[in-house]
Protein backbone atom coordinates (compact mmCIF):
# COMPACT_ATOMS: atom_id res chain seq x y z
CA UNK A 1 0.00 0.00 0.00
CA UNK A 2 1.23 3.53 -0.86
CA UNK A 3 2.48 5.55 1.75
CA UNK A 4 0.84 9.06 0.09
CA UNK A 5 2.58 11.71 3.24
CA UNK A 6 6.08 10.25 2.13
CA UNK A 7 5.38 10.21 -2.41
CA UNK A 8 3.56 13.88 -2.14
CA UNK A 9 5.51 16.40 -2.70
CA UNK A 10 5.11 19.73 0.01
CA UNK A 11 2.88 22.92 -1.61
CA UNK A 12 4.94 26.19 -2.65
CA UNK A 13 4.90 28.98 -5.37
CA UNK A 14 7.97 30.50 -6.02
CA UNK A 15 10.05 28.74 -3.21
CA UNK A 16 7.70 29.65 -0.57
CA UNK A 17 6.00 26.97 1.16
CA UNK A 18 2.56 26.15 2.49
CA UNK A 19 -0.13 23.85 3.42
CA UNK A 20 -3.07 22.82 1.39
CA UNK A 21 -6.41 21.98 2.63
CA UNK A 22 -7.68 21.43 -0.63
CA UNK A 23 -6.30 21.40 -4.40
CA UNK A 24 -8.68 21.52 -7.66
CA UNK A 25 -8.28 21.97 -11.11
CA UNK A 26 -11.15 24.33 -11.97
CA UNK A 27 -11.45 23.90 -15.94
CA UNK A 28 -9.79 21.26 -18.37
CA UNK A 29 -11.17 19.64 -21.80
CA UNK A 30 -11.49 21.56 -24.81
CA UNK A 31 -12.56 24.71 -26.18
CA UNK A 32 -15.82 23.77 -28.35
CA UNK A 33 -18.01 25.94 -30.36
CA UNK A 34 -21.50 24.68 -30.89
CA UNK A 35 -22.61 26.12 -34.58
CA UNK A 36 -27.17 25.93 -34.28
CA UNK A 37 -28.87 25.89 -37.36
CA UNK A 38 -32.21 28.02 -37.63
CA UNK A 39 -34.87 25.70 -38.51
CA UNK A 40 -32.83 22.62 -38.64
CA UNK A 41 -32.52 19.86 -35.93
CA UNK A 42 -28.86 19.67 -37.11
CA UNK A 43 -26.11 21.13 -35.54
CA UNK A 44 -21.84 21.40 -35.29
CA UNK A 45 -19.32 21.81 -33.21
CA UNK A 46 -16.07 23.10 -34.06
CA UNK A 47 -12.80 22.58 -32.01
CA UNK A 48 -11.04 25.26 -30.75
CA UNK A 49 -8.15 23.99 -28.97
CA UNK A 50 -7.79 23.21 -25.60
CA UNK A 51 -9.28 24.91 -22.26
CA UNK A 52 -6.43 27.18 -20.11
CA UNK A 53 -5.68 25.05 -16.96
CA UNK A 54 -6.78 26.99 -13.72
CA UNK A 55 -5.94 25.87 -9.99
CA UNK A 56 -7.76 26.68 -7.53
CA UNK A 57 -6.76 25.94 -3.60
CA UNK A 58 -7.62 26.41 -0.54
CA UNK A 59 -3.92 27.32 1.74
CA UNK A 60 -3.03 27.68 5.22
CA UNK A 61 0.51 29.24 6.43
CA UNK A 62 1.48 28.54 10.52
CA UNK A 63 3.51 29.22 13.10
CA UNK A 64 5.05 31.90 15.08
CA UNK A 65 5.74 34.15 11.78
CA UNK A 66 2.23 33.35 10.38
CA UNK A 67 1.50 37.00 9.76
CA UNK A 68 4.93 38.41 8.30
CA UNK A 69 4.70 34.91 6.09
CA UNK A 70 1.42 35.48 4.68
CA UNK A 71 2.12 38.98 4.17
CA UNK A 72 5.59 37.80 2.66
CA UNK A 73 3.67 35.44 0.67
CA UNK A 74 0.70 37.81 -0.60
CA UNK A 75 3.67 39.99 -2.52
CA UNK A 76 4.97 37.04 -3.54
CA UNK A 77 1.51 36.31 -5.41
CA UNK A 78 1.60 40.08 -6.71
CA UNK A 79 4.86 40.08 -8.42
CA UNK A 80 4.51 40.21 -12.14
CA UNK A 81 5.40 37.23 -14.37
CA UNK A 82 5.86 33.40 -14.03
CA UNK A 83 6.25 31.47 -11.07
CA UNK A 84 6.25 27.44 -10.32
CA UNK A 85 3.55 26.34 -8.07
CA UNK A 86 4.24 23.13 -6.43
CA UNK A 87 0.83 21.30 -5.28
CA UNK A 88 0.65 17.30 -3.37
CA UNK A 89 -1.42 15.66 -5.89
CA UNK A 90 -1.82 18.02 -9.60
CA UNK A 91 1.82 18.24 -9.33
CA UNK A 92 4.35 21.06 -10.74
CA UNK A 93 3.15 23.50 -12.79
CA UNK A 94 4.06 26.68 -14.03
CA UNK A 95 1.60 29.55 -13.66
CA UNK A 96 0.54 33.04 -13.03
CA UNK A 97 -1.46 33.52 -9.64
CA UNK A 98 -4.49 35.40 -10.55
CA UNK A 99 -6.01 35.73 -6.95
CA UNK A 100 -4.71 35.85 -3.33
CA UNK A 101 -6.88 36.35 -0.60
CA UNK A 102 -5.96 35.86 3.15
CA UNK A 103 -7.62 36.05 6.33
CA UNK A 104 -7.22 35.34 9.87
CA UNK A 105 -9.15 34.70 12.82
CA UNK A 106 -9.19 35.71 16.61
CA UNK A 107 -9.44 32.89 17.36
CA UNK A 108 -6.74 31.14 15.63
CA UNK A 109 -3.58 33.02 16.17
CA UNK A 110 -0.58 31.73 13.94
CA UNK A 111 -2.93 30.55 11.23
CA UNK A 112 -3.99 32.52 8.04
CA UNK A 113 -6.03 31.09 5.67
CA UNK A 114 -5.80 31.56 1.89
CA UNK A 115 -7.70 31.45 -1.01
CA UNK A 116 -5.38 31.43 -4.13
CA UNK A 117 -5.92 30.87 -7.61
CA UNK A 118 -3.71 30.26 -10.46
CA UNK A 119 -3.87 30.22 -14.36
CA UNK A 120 -1.64 28.15 -16.30
CA UNK A 121 1.11 30.22 -18.10
CA UNK A 122 0.64 30.55 -21.67
CA UNK A 123 2.81 31.42 -24.55
CA UNK A 124 3.06 35.64 -24.25
CA UNK A 125 4.98 36.02 -27.58
CA UNK A 126 2.14 34.00 -29.30
CA UNK A 127 0.15 37.22 -30.05
CA UNK A 128 2.05 40.40 -30.62
CA UNK A 129 -0.45 43.47 -29.82
CA UNK A 130 0.02 46.84 -31.59
CA UNK A 131 -1.79 49.84 -30.22
CA UNK A 132 -4.78 50.51 -32.30
CA UNK A 133 -3.43 54.10 -32.77
CA UNK A 134 0.08 52.95 -33.65
CA UNK A 135 -1.80 50.83 -37.02
CA UNK A 136 -4.39 53.56 -37.92
CA UNK A 137 -1.33 56.21 -38.13
CA UNK A 138 0.53 53.36 -40.18
CA UNK A 139 -2.10 53.08 -42.26
CA UNK A 140 -3.04 56.45 -42.91
CA UNK A 141 0.36 57.65 -43.48
CA UNK A 142 0.64 56.28 -46.58
CA UNK A 143 -2.63 57.18 -47.71
CA UNK A 144 -1.99 60.71 -46.70
CA UNK A 145 1.18 60.82 -48.56
CA UNK A 146 -0.83 59.79 -51.94
CA UNK A 147 -3.87 62.28 -51.50
CA UNK A 148 -1.37 65.34 -50.66
CA UNK A 149 0.58 64.50 -53.76
CA UNK A 150 -2.00 64.08 -55.99
CA UNK A 151 -3.89 67.17 -54.57
CA UNK A 152 -0.24 69.31 -55.03
CA UNK A 153 -0.43 67.65 -58.59
CA UNK A 154 -3.89 68.72 -59.65
CA UNK A 155 -3.25 72.79 -58.27
CA UNK A 156 0.93 72.62 -60.64
CA UNK A 157 -0.81 71.52 -63.33
Known amino acids: MRDWTKTLPNASFRGAPFFIESEELNEAGRRVAVHEYAKSEDHSTEDMGRKTRKFRMDAYIVGDNADADALAFVDLCSQAGDGVLVMPVLGYQTVKCTGCNASSEKMKLGYVKMSLEFVE ?27 IVSTISGFTG
Not at 126 to 136: E, P, Y
Request: hydrophobic share 50%; proline share 0%.
Open 121 to 147: SGNDSAFSVVALGDRIAASLQGSMAAA
